[in-house]
């Protein structure tokens, strides 16, 4: 069994940075991808970024060359680095895992088998 936690809620400034981590435990080496999506109210779960086992990674363009995905190995850590932030990036920001064959459509929500809770995100104008 695999379990994801995220934390680092806030509120921060427009153009400010912020750091989210996700904390797995359990089988996380069956995981072929990670990821980061974010939820605002009234609209759909969104692709943010994902890191594959390989280390490749993936963005949303509109969060391309301000957010960084990375991961701890050692600790089990997948980290969201946030700079550059909007109030339009203000969401719930989920981390996630998948070990099913259909990782590689990385942008749906339901490629994804594990998530975590959830964690608010402000960013305020």
């Known amino acids: 069994q695999v379990q994801l936690v995220e934390s680092g809620r806030g509120l921060v400034q427009a153009g400010g940075s912020l750091r989210l981590p996700c904390d797995a435990s359990g089988q996380t080496f069956s995981f072929y991808i990670t990821g980061w999506f974010r939820q605002a109210p009234g609209k759909e779960r969104e692709f943010v970024a994902a890191?594959?086992?390989?280390?490749?990674?993936y963005y949303e363009d509109s969060v391309k060359g301000r957010f960084t995905i990375s991961r701890d190995n050692a600790k089990n850590t997948l980290f969201l680095q946030m700079n550059s932030l909007k109030p339009d990036d203000t969401a719930v920001y989920l981390c996630a895992g998948s070990s099913t064959t259909t990782w590689y459509q990385y942008r749906l929500p339901s490629v994804y088998n594990y998530w975590g809770q959830g964690t608010q995100v402000t960013v305020s104008s």
């Open positions: 890191i594959t086992r390989g280390g490749t990674t």
